[in-house]
């Protein structure tokens, strides 16, 4: 069991999914700067593309994805329009240049598009970027994951899909809107299973209104009985002050901190004991699962879609408020889906807000990845600064990171204290406890 230091854990702080974070996005970085990226690109670069589909057919309450409704067809189809016409228009500035080979399509819920409207933009992605031999992932509601759906990522060979799964408990469903008997995820998960899905993962969280470790493991139990090929356990944050929506949740039968890291705790080792390989500080896979090789192996990386074998450096992100990454670039489409709709139409890169990465964040990135996918990181150009090195102490005293020489590593008792570890190397962290999460 992991041991917990609540001062070690108070300060809130990133997930990590880029360095710098989304929170340091400004609108110096924008469409032109986005061309350059795309036009440095070389022609056997591998790259992977995301569509973000930013609609559900119900809003559940805790989410802090960015979507609307999908109550108009009229809205949907619109969207689509416009999506399809950026695919065209980033292609064009490719030039037949990076090597297409992995799609991933999330939001928002990608089943909230009808099965023909998916297989519209999927055939314009393949056909723009030459990427029939892609490999397909999809998030999917099972609440709206029909049977022509199913069929439908049979046939486009859809090989990976993540369900949002959250708990089996009916009460704590409730409590954050988002309700479906165990029977739709059971059903969902043999649809997927008959149609040569050979990777699921649940998303699951710890931290929910009227939960306890009970009620976790119970959860777990059945997670565990249906055996999908990954598991990412997120603990759950409560910032209604920026996600008006979860106003709806109840905040006086939240978890305390340490009850959070119990669960946390709980969850890791009941995982662990039923054969998952720990990834990173939250994410699971069974040991013949890609992602559980590429840890073994030290390949991990880190991006806007969590711990990833993936290793292609350039991420092109497609739709409203999607983000494309490039090695010394992240930029972010235009958020309005208005807006969005006007320039993907007209043929403009939609760009709208990023960051440049120079040297010292590509090599301070470089450090919180490492950190973070389980490997050594070379810190000996920061050992003389003052302020790290007193705020590795502590951990390095509990045995929660090692230092050997110049490479510093997060110990397995440490693994909840990775992102808190982190931060020490982030030049543009300020204390801004409004909006981050805490590490657990």
Same mark, same amino acid.
């Given at each position: +069991? $992991?041991?917990?230091?609540?001062?070690?854990?108070?300060?809130?702080?990133?997930?990590?999914?880029?360095?710098?974070?989304?929170?340091?996005?400004?609108?110096?970085?924008?469409?032109?700067?986005?061309?350059?990226?795309?036009?440095?690109?070389?022609?056997?670069?591998?790259?992977?593309?995301?569509?973000?589909?930013?609609?559900?057919?119900?809003?559940? $309450?805790?989410?802090?994805?960015?979507?609307?409704?999908?109550?108009?067809?009229?809205?949907?189809?619109?969207?689509?329009?416009?999506?399809?016409?950026?695919?065209?228009?980033?292609?064009?500035?490719?030039?037949?240049?990076?090597?297409?080979?992995?799609?991933?399509?999330?939001?928002?819920?990608?089943?909230?598009?009808?099965?023909?409207?998916?297989?519209?933009?999927?055939?314009? +992605?393949?056909?723009?970027?030459?990427?029939?031999?892609?490999?397909?992932?999809?998030?999917?509601?099972?609440?709206?994951?029909?049977?022509?759906?199913?069929?439908?990522?049979?046939?486009?060979?859809?090989?990976?899909?993540?369900?949002?799964?959250?708990?089996?408990?009916? &009460?704590?469903?409730?409590?954050?809107?988002?309700?479906?008997?165990?029977?739709?995820?059971?059903?969902?998960?043999?649809?997927?299973?008959?149609?040569?899905?050979?990777?699921?993962?649940?998303? *699951? +969280?710890?931290?929910?209104?009227?939960?306890?470790?009970?009620?976790?493991?119970?959860?777990?139990?059945?997670?565990?009985?249906?055996?999908?090929?990954?598991? &990412?356990?997120?603990?759950?944050?409560?910032?209604?002050?920026?996600?008006?929506?979860?106003?709806?949740?109840?905040?006086?039968?939240?978890?305390?901190?340490?009850?959070?890291?119990? +669960?946390?705790?709980?969850?890791?080792?009941?995982?662990?004991?039923?054969?998952?390989?720990?990834?990173?500080?939250?994410?699971? &896979?069974?040991?013949?699962?890609?992602?559980?090789?590429?840890?073994?192996?030290?390949?991990?990386?880190?991006?806007?879609?969590?711990?990833?074998?993936?290793?292609?450096?350039?991420?092109?992100? *497609?739709?409203?408020?999607?983000?494309?990454?490039?090695?010394?670039?992240?930029?972010?489409?235009?958020?309005?889906?208005?807006?969005?709709?006007?320039?993907?139409?007209?043929?403009? *890169?939609?760009?709208?807000?990023?960051?440049?990465?120079?040297?010292?964040?590509?090599?301070?990135?470089?450090?919180?990845?490492?950190?973070?996918?389980?490997?050594?990181?070379?810190?000996?150009?920061?050992?003389?600064?003052?302020?790290?090195?007193?705020?590795?102490?502590?951990?390095?005293?509990?045995?929660?990171?090692?230092?050997?020489?110049?490479?510093?590593?997060?110990?397995?008792?440490?693994?909840?204290?990775?992102?808190?570890?982190?931060?020490?190397?982030?030049? $543009?962290?300020?204390?801004?406890?409004?909006?981050?999460?805490?590490?657990?």
């Amino acid at each position: +069991m $992991w041991s917990c230091h609540p001062d070690l854990l108070a300060r809130p702080v990133p997930r990590y999914t880029s360095y710098p974070t989304a929170a340091e996005f400004s609108a110096a970085v924008g469409s032109a700067q986005q061309e350059a990226a795309l036009a440095r690109i070389a022609p056997d670069e591998p790259v992977s593309l995301y569509a973000h589909i930013p609609f559900c057919e119900e809003i559940c $309450w805790y989410c802090g994805c960015n979507t609307g409704r999908a109550n108009r067809a009229q809205r949907l189809t619109a969207y689509l329009d416009a999506l399809c016409a950026e695919v065209e228009t980033v292609a064009g500035r490719l030039g037949g240049r990076g090597q297409v080979g992995r799609i991933a399509f999330g939001g928002g819920s990608p089943n909230a598009l009808t099965p023909d409207q998916f297989m519209r933009l999927l055939g314009a +992605m393949r056909r723009a970027f030459d990427a029939e031999g892609a490999d397909i992932s999809i998030e999917l509601d099972p609440r709206t994951t029909s049977a022509d759906w199913f069929a439908v990522l049979g046939r486009a060979g859809v090989t990976r899909a993540s369900l949002g799964v959250q708990t089996f408990d009916t &009460a704590i469903q409730e409590a954050i809107g988002r309700v479906q008997p165990r029977e739709m995820i059971v059903e969902t998960v043999a649809a997927l299973r008959a149609q040569g899905v050979s990777s699921i993962n649940f998303d *699951l +969280m710890y931290g929910l209104p009227g939960q306890d470790r009970a009620l976790l493991s119970a959860t777990l139990d059945e997670t565990l009985a249906l055996a999908p090929e990954r598991i &990412a356990l997120f603990g759950y944050a409560h910032v209604p002050h920026l996600l008006p929506r979860q106003r709806r949740i109840r905040a006086d039968n939240l978890p305390d901190q340490p009850e959070r890291f119990a +669960m946390a705790a709980l969850g890791h080792d009941r995982l662990v004991a039923a054969g998952y390989v720990a990834v990173g500080f939250d994410h699971f &896979a069974l040991p013949h699962d890609p992602l559980a090789l590429a840890s073994r192996e030290g390949r991990v990386r880190r991006n806007f879609q969590g711990f990833t074998d993936d290793q292609a450096r350039v991420l092109i992100g *497609l739709g409203a408020t999607a983000i494309s990454e490039f090695p010394d670039l992240l930029v972010q489409n235009e958020k309005n889906s208005g807006r969005y709709r006007m320039g993907a139409l007209a043929g403009l *890169l939609t760009g709208e807000r990023g960051v440049a990465r120079d040297r010292e964040d590509q090599r301070r990135a470089a450090i919180i990845a490492d950190l973070l996918c389980g490997r050594a990181a070379n810190v000996g150009a920061f050992l003389g600064d003052a302020t790290i090195g007193q705020g590795l102490a502590p951990f390095l005293e509990r045995g929660l990171a090692s230092l050997e020489g110049e490479q510093l590593r997060i110990t397995e008792e440490g693994r909840p204290y990775g992102r808190v570890i982190a931060v020490l190397f982030d030049r $543009w962290r300020t204390q801004q406890p409004q909006r981050f999460s805490t590490a657990i």
